[in-house]
């Protein structure tokens, strides 16, 4: 079924950047030379039908070169993703979204961190960790980095077994609000 | 709508021959991973998921199987809740599924592979609704 859905996607932005490139060659003429782009900005001018016309094709040109961009994207991403673990049954991987979820939810239940944002990164066989932070005025900087660290290597740890290479985090602090006069 | 392919096994009796789906295999694999403490269930497609919301139930979501005349191969998404060790949690899904399609098949599973592509946590677990009682016997 994905595997359905992937070929049927791609035969549709193929399509959708031909048909793109149809409307473009209407709107100029073949061949495509400066005389007929001088042409065409002069018809522009009289007729804005045009203009919408080719604003139209490279408007779904453009939807069918992201489309095709992304899926080329996902595909060379999805194996460098996750870790992987082979056994005697077969192999497990775990993405790097349930690590950034698990990173998280650590970050969710301190009290003294008032928005955060993670991202997980292959680095070398092992995993790097970011995470940006920031945090209520009053906290020790240098102590909250230190157990934001400890905390996270130590959940991923107990819950994926694996060690993190580097955790790096950083940390802004919430301005103080105006003194009232 | 997934492709509808039938496994045939001979019968060494000559009796006749076993036929059942595709389907059948990756069914059974899904139930007997959603038995695994630790596991919340299939991780499919947004397809797959429109497809529930409508109300159909989706044993197959999230799984992909792999049959030869004799031997078979799974590839899984599941969601782990949070707090299980992912590795302990998808060892025993791979025992489980291979335990549960050998003895109802007869298939041998050379391969039980396991993508773990999000946790759940509690606060995300749908609240179950008391179920109001009869106010006649």
């Known amino acids: ?181 | 709508m997934s492709e509808y392919k039938d496994i045939t096994i001979e019968s060494e009796e000559n009796s006749g021959k076993i036929v059942f789906a595709e389907d059948v295999v990756a069914t059974i694999a899904t139930l007997a991973a959603a038995e695994v403490d630790g596991v919340y269930g299939m991780s499919g497609t947004a397809f797959e998921g429109i497809g529930e919301k409508l109300g159909k139930k989706n044993y197959t979501k999230g799984i992909k199987v792999e049959v030869g005349s004799v031997e078979c191969a799974v590839d899984m998404s599941i969601i782990v809740r949070y707090g299980f060790r992912i590795q302990e949690v998808c060892r025993n899904v791979q025992v489980a599924v291979k335990n549960a399609i050998e003895t109802m098949t007869g298939l041998k599973v050379v391969q039980v592979n396991i993508a773990v592509n999000s946790i759940v946590f509690a606060k995300e677990l749908p609240v179950e609704q008391p179920k109001p009682e009869n106010r006649v016997k």
Not at chain 1, 39 to 51: Q, S
């Open chain 1, 1 to 181: 079924m994905n595997r359905t859905v992937g070929i049927l996607s791609g035969i549709l932005a193929f399509l959708t950047i031909m048909f793109g490139t149809g409307l473009l060659l209407l709107a100029i003429g073949w061949p495509v030379t400066p005389e007929r782009l001088q042409v065409m900005a002069f018809e522009v001018r009289r007729m804005p039908a045009v203009l919408f016309l080719v604003l139209a094709a490279l408007i779904y040109m453009s939807i069918g070169v992201i489309v095709l961009y992304g899926m080329i994207w996902n595909r060379l991403n999805r194996r460098t993703s996750a870790l992987l673990e082979k056994n005697a049954l077969g192999e497990t991987a775990v993405s790097f979204t349930a690590l950034k979820e698990i990173a998280e939810q650590t970050l969710k239940n301190r009290s003294d961190v008032t928005k955060y944002k993670t991202k997980v990164y292959a680095a070398g066989s092992s995993i790097r960790i970011e995470v940006r932070a920031i945090t209520s005025p009053t906290v020790s900087l240098l102590e909250l980095t230190h157990s934001l660290q400890e905390e996270i290597g130590t959940a991923i740890r107990t819950i994926c077994g694996t060690e993190v290479g580097s955790i790096d985090v950083t940390v802004d602090q919430a301005e103080l609000p105006p003194r009232r006069t």
